[in-house]
T-cell receptor
Framework: SQKIEQNSEALNIQEGKTATLTCNYT??????LQWYRQDPGRGPVFLLL?????KEKRKERLKVTFDTTLKQSLFHITASQPADSATYLC????????????FGGGTRLMVKP | GAVVSQHPSWVICKSGTSVKIECRSL??????MFWYRQFPKQSLMLMAT?????????EQGVEKDKFLINHASLTLSTLTVTSAHPEDSSFYIC????????????FGEGSWLTVV
């Protein structure tokens, strides 16, 4: 069956360190993978999109990798700040027009000062 | 970036009544909009895909007659929860797809529904 797995346990790190979140998937062939941030009681906010032919994408302190062989994406936040504390969701898009995103369960990140 | 607006942000209604939630794409046309439901500490669950000018496509287990979706224009989709019950209390989020395949999906801020 198709699965998107993110670590359901909260990730606690110290301010200034690099946070690394994992998204693993099975029985999907996504053309795109996206990462979103969600704060409590708010809608998700788009962060980054990476295509299947891209291995890495960067945006400011954010870096995403996409390994279609391992069926895994890693999401890194460097020089983390308490304001980065939120739930981070990965989502797969198989690339067909009109296809919805399928979301992982999200990982809650807590950055301590 | 693109903006998607939901209204109302919070709504409390009595059991048995109906409540409508609006989702608007403010600065782009969205041929496809999506409605999600999210329970506390859980991920987003897709309820239905709404295409402008046609009937919505509902996910398995979602009652079409209970959750009425209308996508009358390229900037507006509505979700009406009919004959609401306390178990319908949840966080409802819409999203809109800006273009064709691979384009980013933008989310509304969500609507909290409490049925008493």
């Amino acid at each position: 069956s198709q699965k998107i797995e993110q670590n359901s346990e909260a990730l606690n790190i110290q301010e200034g360190k690099t946070a690394t979140l994992t998204c693993n998937y099975t029985n999907y062939s996504p053309a795109y993978l996206q990462w979103y941030r969600q704060d409590p009681g708010r809608g998700p906010v788009f962060l980054l999109l990476i295509r299947e032919n891209e291995k890495e994408k960067r945006k400011e302190r954010l870096k995403v990798t996409f390994d279609t062989t391992l069926k895994q994406s890693l999401f890194h936040i460097t020089a983390s700040q308490p304001a980065d504390s939120a739930t981070y969701l990965c989502a797969l898009d198989t690339g067909n027009a009109g296809n919805m995103l399928t979301f992982g369960g999200g990982t809650r990140l807590m950055v301590k000062p | 970036g693109a903006v998607v607006s939901q209204h109302p942000s919070w709504v409390i209604c009595k059991s048995g009544t109906s409540v409508k939630i609006e989702c608007r794409s403010l600065d782009f046309q969205a041929t496809t909009m999506f409605w999600y439901r999210q329970f506390p500490k859980q991920s987003l669950m897709l309820m239905a895909t709404s295409n402008e000018g046609s009937k919505a496509t509902y996910e398995q287990g979602v009652e079409k007659d209970k959750f009425l979706i209308n996508h009358a224009s390229l900037t507006l989709s509505t979700l009406t929860v009919t004959s609401a019950h306390p178990e319908d209390s949840s966080f409802y989020i819409c999203s809109a797809k800006k273009g064709g395949a691979g384009n980013t999906i933008y989310f509304g801020e969500g609507s909290w529904l409490t049925v008493v």
